[in-house]
C-alpha cells in the first residue's frame, strides 16, 4: 500500500467526532495522521493502517 505525506486516508472506523478522513502528516515505521474532522493527532504503526485504511484519497 503506497501511503505518502499529504494523503488523505478514508479508515473503516469513524472517530468519535464523526470523520472517517485523515490527513498523513508523517509517514516511516509509524504514521502520524490529523483527524480532518477535529484535528485530533495520533500515531498508528503501519500494520495496524494498512488494516484499517479503506480508502486513500
Ligand atoms: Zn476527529
Redesign the pocket.
Known sequence: MDIQVGNIVKLKKK?????AEWEVLRVGADFRLK??????QIMIARPALEKSVRQIL
Open positions: 472517530h468519535p467526532c464523526g470523520s483527524c480532518c474532522g477535529c484535528g485530533h
